[in-house]
């Protein structure tokens, strides 16, 4: 069976991944002087609670040498490996170089979803579920590859200190933040390496109704995966979730809790809102 690999963007814990069938090596995050890796050695509340006391976080793609470790154990295998949005991480980049180094290239795929957290979680869950059906390396790429052309991701943040630090904002849009009661939506380019503004909108509730338009137009209903992840803000995500069942009924819905290593780029408080096809 193809093995599944992928890292903690998926907001999978390595063993929770190990229980679902694959492995997940995990981001890591430096905060108060120390480097941690998300879900093993630190955990989203305890983050919260120094970046409240604080402290300013950086973050950073797993080190090659634990890439490469965790290929070794599957040597001779073959081995699927789902990374996070080159661009927005280093990730992509260093599971290639790891595949180099560990000397099976030839039986390593290294996929840059272009996506993050609630897509690249359910297509990691989808390759999962073609390995147990017995799907090829090559055909289990194929349907990624059509997967991922479906997703697409708004952020709606609220500090633009921690976009800015990560460089991940056009100018225009750091400026916009900085204005009162102003909310930018963010979103994916189109090679999904940097995030832009999408639209302007006054106040979360208003940002919230554009992204419930922009999916209307977009046709999502019964065949879709809603995605809505949060930085331990529940309330504002299930704002966001009753505005997006009301408008469409049929999709289908995940909520999850944001890790350390994407709370470091889209801020405290920050929701994201994000979909792909079932």
Request: contains cysteine.
């Amino acid at each position: 069976m193809v093995h599944i690999v992928s890292d903690s963007s998926t907001l999978y814990s390595p063993a929770q991944a190990e229980a679902a069938g694959f492995t997940v090596v995990p981001l890591s995050v430096t905060i108060a002087g120390k480097s941690c890796r998300e879900y093993v050695e630190i955990n989203t509340q305890e983050f919260l609670a120094l970046i409240q006391q604080g402290h300013i976080p950086t973050s950073s793609q797993p080190s090659i040498g634990e890439v490469e470790a965790m290929y070794r154990r599957f040597q001779g295998e073959e081995i699927i490996n789902i990374t996070m949005a080159y661009g927005l991480s280093g990730t992509y980049a260093s599971a290639l170089t790891a595949a180099e180094l560990c000397g099976q290239s030839e039986n390593i795929t290294v996929i840059n979803s272009r996506t993050l957290c609630g897509p690249h979680r359910y297509l990691v869950e989808r390759a999962v579920q073609w390995a147990r059906e017995g799907h090829s390396r090559a055909a289990i790429t194929e349907k990624l590859n059509a997967l991922m052309d479906t997703a697409k991701s708004y952020l709606l943040p609220t500090d633009f200190d921690y976009l800015r630090r990560g460089g991940r904002l056009s100018p225009l849009v750091s400026h916009v933040g900085k204005l009162a009661n102003l909310s930018p939506i963010m979103t994916q380019t189109s090679t999904g390496e940097r995030l832009t503004a999408a639209a302007i909108r006054r106040g979360y509730a208003q940002a919230v109704k554009y992204v419930v338009q922009e999916m209307k137009k977009a046709g999502i209903g019964k065949d879709w995966q809603v995605l809505i992840s949060h930085a331990n803000v529940a309330d504002k995500a299930q704002q966001a979730l009753q505005a997006l069942k009301e408008a469409i009924p049929d999709a289908q819905y995940h909520v999850h809790t944001l890790g350390p290593a994407f709370i470091t780029q889209g801020g405290p408080g920050c929701v994201t809102i994000q979909y792909i096809h079932s």
